[in-house]
């Protein structure tokens, strides 16, 4: 027994040499804010670093940044949880209606977060007990939960003044706030124009005014996230699970438990995504307003290498895109395309260093193309700007594919041994 125990014990790992230490996190993001500095002044395009534009990239990464955690929760316990749709669907739903009946938007948090638990423990039912295909259990629970929805909108809404079928009354906002005195006191730096200076002012001034408590909470549960299952023996169980249930059960670590506790947690962390787009960024149930969110999420999972720092990248590359095509349209996209040719030939030269001659060459040939079409136009067509953060997030997941390891075990059906 105390030899189960000296093995399970979490030990201080040394850095890994791909890993996002804390230091490679640090340069990427000056390296990515001095990029934008220099494009904003190349430009002319203000919008793009202004403290509007980070305010607009929180209220859209928060949402698929809850669902790409619930994805991490699930698939390092070995269960893929494609029914993060589904659950962030319960989220919007009884979050808005509890919510509305109760005039209390912590009542409707808790509610679309338990809402989001129930679906979960229906996936983990479904793929953990009885051995379902992950991928049918959660495509049929998204789409269960998508008329299941509808039809409680029709039974409960149906008499109700402002409602119907296909959305909720309006909810009561969440508390907001602010950072006294940092908005007067950064103003006049932001505003001055100063390469990079005034740029971090307006990135303090979005991130620090007109906070919601509830984004404040779901950016939280990216540190505790990381806490709870690298710093923790409960987290090292957890994702030996997912990388060999075999060994885990040799070790006495309850396989099953785990992966509902997983799976649950992953159901409830969907749901708060769900609770923000109804409360937050609409204070409205609206029928659809998931928009495949719990699938763009999954997305930023994986190209967060199932870490919780890289999916809060992903996320938050995903909102910015979509925050830059709802505040400027195709002129402010349209500016991204030379930061993207220019990034394109710099991974161009690193892939020669690799002697990876053929990525190299696409690289290459993609990053010419995008500055001529940069220097031939002077926006994009808005129909293009519309879908420029899922084709950003299909590109930069092409980039960073040969990079990424998920849990050995994911997906995997697992039965435990009989002796």
Avoid: C
């Avoid at 955690?69 to 949880?81: D, H, K, M, P």
């Amino acid at each position: 027994m105390s030899q189960e125990l000296n093995v399970m014990e979490p030990v201080k790992a040394p850095p890994r040499p791909g890993g996002w230490s804390r230091w490679r996190f640090l340069t990427l993001f000056g390296a990515v804010l001095v990029s934008l500095a220099g494009l904003r002044v190349i430009t002319g395009q203000d919008m793009l670093t202004d403290a509007g534009t980070i305010r607009t990239t929180i209220t859209f990464a928060v949402p698929i940044g809850l669902a790409a955690l619930g994805g991490l929760w699930a698939e390092r316990a070995g269960v893929i949880n494609i029914g993060l749709e589904g659950m962030m669907i319960l989220g919007t739903w009884f979050g808005a209606y509890f919510a509305w009946s109760t005039d209390n938007p912590w009542m409707g948090l808790l509610a679309g977060v338990l809402a989001g638990m129930a679906g979960g423990l229906l996936h983990a039912v479904a793929t953990v007990t009885f051995a379902v295909d992950h991928i049918v259990s959660g495509v049929a629970i998204n789409i269960l939960m998508l008329g299941a929805m509808r039809y409680l909108s029709i039974l409960v809404y149906s008499d109700v003044p402002g409602a119907g079928a296909a959305q909720s009354p309006t909810t009561p906002p969440f508390p907001v706030w602010n950072l006294p005195f940092v908005a007067d006191a950064l103003a006049p730096v932001a505003g001055s124009g100063i390469f990079v200076v005034s740029d971090l002012a307006s990135l303090v001034i979005g991130l620090t005014t007109r906070m919601s408590a509830l984004t404040f909470i779901a950016i939280m549960m990216i540190p505790v996230t990381y806490l709870v299952l690298w710093r923790t023996t409960f987290g090292l169980r957890l994702r030996s699970v997912g990388e060999n249930p075999d060994a885990a059960e040799s070790l006495g670590v309850p396989v099953y438990s785990l992966k509902y506790v997983a799976v649950v947690i992953s159901g409830g962390l969907a749901g708060m995504g769900g609770v923000f787009l109804a409360i937050v960024a609409s204070q409205i149930y609206q029928e659809g307003q998931t928009g495949g969110r719990g699938y763009i999420g999954l997305a930023a999972m994986i190209f967060g290498n199932w870490r919780p720092g890289g999916l809060a990248m992903g996320a938050g590359l995903f909102g910015y895109t979509d925050a830059l095509q709802i505040r400027g349209g195709g002129a402010a996209i349209h500016a991204l395309l030379l930061l993207l040719a220019v990034a394109l030939l710099a991974v161009a030269v690193w892939q020669v260093r690799k002697d990876r001659k053929g990525l190299a060459v696409a690289a290459v040939l993609t990053g010419v193309l995008l500055l001529v079409w940069y220097l031939s136009t002077d926006s994009l067509p808005r129909e293009l700007a519309t879908y420029s953060p899922h084709i950003a997030t299909l590109l930069v997941l092409s980039l960073a594919s040969q990079r990424l390891r998920p849990p050995a075990g994911v997906g995997k059906q697992w039965r435990a041994s009989r002796s």
